[in-house]
């Protein structure tokens, strides 16, 4: 376009209007670059990444919120995983070796952690004791009751997973013995196996497990946790139970996170209880991050397995009376020597935080 300025009027000033030229195009070409990089702008924002991981998946609460994590987490902080594992021991190990920022599981895993030296914190539930790990039988079983284990083929978890300790210290406190001492215990990672094979005579059962064979009428359960607990502490209220463990670092610099995630349970909570239905479809519909497809029936199980009916949407959040029901747990644990030496105070391995969710 120069060139042919300069041809077409010999006897213009030919320099000079290369020069305005040039002015205008650097000009025109420096605000399309400002434009371009206001509007990338946001974009290019470093985000915090958040890994989440859990055993199963089948837990409604979890399913819920990662399904509606664009409206229940609409932060721009935050880029947010939510990731399935097959079995505790596999979470445990992807925690520990920092694959993820933080793990669904259960309280009795913090002393623990925390012996071997991993500072942690549960920060939030995600399930209340309402059943917790019953124990089923044959429905003409003589068994009757967990005093009858004595002799019995019962069918658990490793000594080392976090349900099973509490059956240890539970059947302790309540009946007298070890239970190790008085059950042949047949050891599996899926305990409904051996007594759906005739390989055991009683089996302690997850969520999914007992909500698929509760159903067919030829089981029946003999006892569970809630009921144990309830002997113990002398109270109908639910005890804490699957929940959010994190390192104490972690959630020293993503409080904003963590108390946004608090937040996005106790609307999901509230959601549960405001309208079942549609809160199971849209917590059934999550497939994501190895997530297994479950049916609302079998998840309508879970829910009240899991206590969602029974608290009101305020328990989403800890409070000192949820440490202090741990701290005797833990002082359980210690005196049944399932713990070896001293464990951080309970009060020091929950997070309580200080949003608290409005209704």
Known sequence: MLSLLSR????????????????????????????????????????????????????PLWRYVAQQKEQLLPSSEYVVSF????????????????????????????????????????????????EGYPIIVPSESTIRSPADLDGARLSTFPSDHPGLAYWQIFIQENYGFRVADKASLVISQNPETALLNGEADAATMDSVAWGQLKSQGKFRAVSDLATEWAKISGSSR???????????????????????????????????????KGFLDSAASYSEGNASPISIEVLQSVASYLGMSDVA???????????????????????????????????????????????
């Open 238 to 276: 639910p005890l804490v139970y699957g929940g959010y463990v994190a390192r104490k670092d972690w959630i020293e610099r993503n409080r904003r996170f963590v108390d946004e995630f608090v937040q996005a349970n106790f609307k999901a909570l509230q959601a549960y209880q405001q309208d079942p």
């Open 313 to 359: 949407p305020e328990r989403a959040y800890l409070t000192e009376s949820d440490a202090a029901d741990y701290g005797r747990i833990f002082q359980l644990l210690a005196k049944g020597g399932y713990l070896k030496g001293n464990s951080p105070p309970a009060e020091s391995l929950f997070y309580i935080s200080a949003a608290r969710p409005k209704g």
């Open 83 to 130: 990731s399935v594992y097959p079995n505790e021991f596999a979470l445990k190990d992807a925690f520990l070796s920092n694959s993820l920022d933080a793990m669904a599981t259960l309280p009795t895993q913090l002393p623990a952690l925390a012996q071997v030296g991993t500072d942690v914190q549960y920060f939030l539930p995600i399930a209340w004791l309402k």
């Open 8 to 59: 077409s009027n010999p006897t213009s000033k030919a320099p000079h209007m290369s020069r305005l030229a040039i002015v205008c195009l650097t000009l025109v070409a420096t605000a399309l670059a400002l434009t371009a990089c206001a509007s990338k702008a946001p974009m290019g924002i470093s985000k915090t990444e958040v890994r989440l991981g859990i055993v199963g998946g089948s837990q």
